[in-house]
Structure formats: C-alpha cells, structure tokens
C-alpha cells in the first residue's frame, strides 16, 4: 500500500515540474519566447537537462536531433541567449519552489525538528570556463585558467534538498559572501560553515534574530572570557589546549574578534585529533608556510592538532558530545559537488558562448534537483520497507543510461511519461540500494547513538545519502 501511495506521489510531482504549459509561460515571460516554432520551450529546456545524463555534456547536435522535430545544430545554438539564461534560471527557480512545498518528511528530519528545523550546509565550488570569457567571468589568476564561474550552494540537510545561491565570477572570495549564506539561515535552523566564510559582524547577525551556527575556529581570531567581575581577559588557547589532558575540551560564553565587531557569547569546543591526522595538518601548515617564507609559530603547532569548533547553539539544543558528530555531515555538501562534477560534469563548460554557459549550468543544476528529489523519496520508501539506504551514486548511474530516452518520454505525453517513470521507480527500490558496513557506523547512526535516540540500540538511517 505505501509503495502504491509513494509511487503516485511521485508521479504527480513530475507531472508538476515537467508541464509544458507553465514552461511557455516562463520562456515568454523571460523574452525567450515570442511565437512557437520548431523549437518549444519546454523541449529546449529539457533536452539540455536531461541530456546531461546520457552524454555529461549535450552537444548541439544531440540535443538537435532529440527534439519532436529535428532541426540544425545551427538553429539550437541561435538561441542560447541572454533570454534563454533568464528562462532557464526561472525554470529553476520554479521547480526549487515546488520541491520545497513537498510536506513529506524525511526519517531524518522527524528525528532533528524538536532541536532545529533545519539543518543548511553552505560551500561554494569553481568552475573553469574557456579562457574567451575572461572578460565577463574573471577568475583569480595564476595557473588556472583566466575565466572562470563560481557556483554558492545551500544544502538542507534533513530533506535532502540542495538550491544554488547565486553563480558569479570565481574572482569573488568566499569570506565576501558570509553576509549572503548567514541570510539564508532563519530563526531556529542552523547553518554549518567551513571557516573560509566566517565573518564576526555577519555571524552575529544570525544569532540576534534566532538562528544558529556552526563554523570552524579561524586561529587568528582573538579569544576573550569574562572574568569574576565582568571583564573580558584574552584566553590563550594554544597554552590552554597544550596542557589539555582530556580529549574533548569546551568553553563557554566567550567572545571573538576585537571590540568593534566581537562576537559571542559563544561556545568553542575542541576535539583532539588522532596523531596522524594532527602529523598531516602540521606538515601541510608548514609547507604553506615554506611557499611565503615563512615558519609556523609553536601556538599554531599546537593549535593544529585540534578541532576547534564555534557554536552560538546552547548545550541543552546542542549538546557538547554531538557538536562533532554534526560538523561531519558539512562534507555531504562536499559529496554533493563530487557527485555534480564527476555524474554531470558541471566544471566541463568547453562554449565560448558564455549564453550558452549559463544555460548549462542551470539545465545541470535542475537536472541534479530533479534527481536529489527521487533520491529523497526512493531512501524514505526504501527504509521503511527494506532498512537499507538508496545509493545517489547508483542512482545517477542508472539514470545515465536512460537519460534521452527519458526525455523522449517527457516530448511525447502524459501517459508515456507515467509508465516510464513506474518502470524507472521499480528499478530504483531494486537495483539502487546501498551497501553498508555494519562494523562502521555512518555520521547519521553515531548522531542517533549519542544524541537523538541514545536509547535505542539500532538507530534509524538518514533521509539522505550517508557520509
């Protein structure tokens, strides 16, 4: 009965997304369309999307030859655009709406929502375009290539669901964009950072109007306690944690960075790091300190032997024994580029139409939306009748090899798309499933086992592909 139920959920929502008629609608609103042609809207859209998964790179001529009526490579390239950038971003934009109206909930998210209602992982990836485009897409120089674009993306956690934040030239630093990823944090969800974005004045931004965050300790901010009478003295962290005998060490109600732009009160926490990771981080630090000439100072030795983590999230929210545990899963967002680069080969962009450029990036951003939604709704069925996860990898393989015939199937109607996609959701529960060790817990059963459900011997498994 569920799978019936989840089978049919599914089927309306593509049915949503994939509507030629709303499609139109954006092209003429975007400008890209004035009168219909050989070409529709919705077949150009979606024989670019989903032309990425047969090919990793659609080509004009495949992409030609795959619509109802065939035509030149010459007339598709004519009309990547300006236009065709902003109908492609509306129907991006468009579809990211609909998949967060879906009120089903994920294992995961049931689990998290008495402590957040949300967990987002922000991190931004660079992608090398054709040295042509140097002008409009400048990049940061040296051995790379001059042009390049970079993708700013949110990924929420406990659903599953990721959404490009914006896409610019690779030249913009990460730290400038602190004050875009902290805004899309609201009161009560958390949002994970790597250190690379922390910025004080941003961060604390966040915490007045109720939201939360996680964020690797930058060494050279500044540290400062409060004392018995109210004054704030500078606490010396590499002495503190150098005679550290314990492995986890936390303190609370400090605040960072000088007076005009402190922030706190905050908690840190440090994890000790296994000798040979600390080895690896040391050695690194002193090779980047060899390339300016420079030698690491002893504070920074030891410092680099820890995990220093900043959090604004009170114990009883957070607690100390799951703040590492949490920080793991930053490196979904990690495995979400991986999966971006090496299944759609989103850094190939071989054009030097930069129209065309951005087409790409959206047709393989929505492509990857589409599939992280099947995803999601495949691992929720698939625990709760099986106990097993749904591997995205697999997933994304299978797909691969269906991907003109799927668009084929969205050109020619209703009824051929849903046969297709009940094929394709039969073979998603059967072939997709994830392999696991059992001797090695994932980042999801270590935060059920020490924080949401200590209780319980066998903790339920994520919503979303495990680290």
Known sequence: MLLIYMTDILIHRFHQWLNPDLLLQLARDSGWCQRLGKIHPFEFLYSLVFGQLSAGHCTLNAQAQSLTLPVFRQAVDQRYTPAAVAYFQSAFTHTLALTLEDPSPTPLAQLLQPHFSAVRLFDSTLLECDPALATLFPACGGRASPAGLKVLLSFEYTQSLFAPLTVLPSKRSDQGLAQLVTRAVAANELGIYDKGFYKGPALQELAERGGYFLIPYPHSVSVWQTDPQGQRQLLELSSELKTAVDSRVQWSNLWLGQAASQLGPVRLVAF???????????????????????TPTAQALVL???????????????????????????????LVFKQLKSIFRLDVLPSQNDSRVQ?????????????????????????????????????????????????????????????????????????????????????????????????????????????
């Open 272 to 294: 000790r790091l296994a000798e040979e990771n600390a080895n690896r981080r040391r050695d690194a630090l002193q090779k980047k300190c060899r390339a300016y000439g420079r």
């Open 359 to 467: 087409c790409e990036i959206w047709a393989r951003l929505l492509c990857a939306l589409l599939l992280f939604v099947l995803h999601r709704h495949a691992n929720t069925l698939c625990w709760a009748q099986h106990q097993r996860e749904i591997s995205f990898a697999k997933l994304a393989k299978l797909l691969r090899q269906l991907g003109y015939t799927l668009a084929r199937a969205c050109f020619s109607g209703l009824a051929p798309l849903t046969q297709f996609l009940k094929e394709l959701w039969r073979k998603t529960l059967k072939h997709t499933r994830k392999e696991h060790q059992k001797s090695r817990p994932t980042t999801w059963q270590n935060l059920c086992n020490h924080w949401l459900q200590p209780a319980k011997s066998q903790p339920v498994a994520a919503g979303s592909y495990s680290s």
């Open 304 to 334: 680099a032997g820890w995990l220093i983590l900043v959090t604004n999230a009170p114990p009883e929210k957070l607690p100390t024994q799951a703040v590492g545990y949490l920080y793991r899963v930053r490196w979904q967002i990690e």
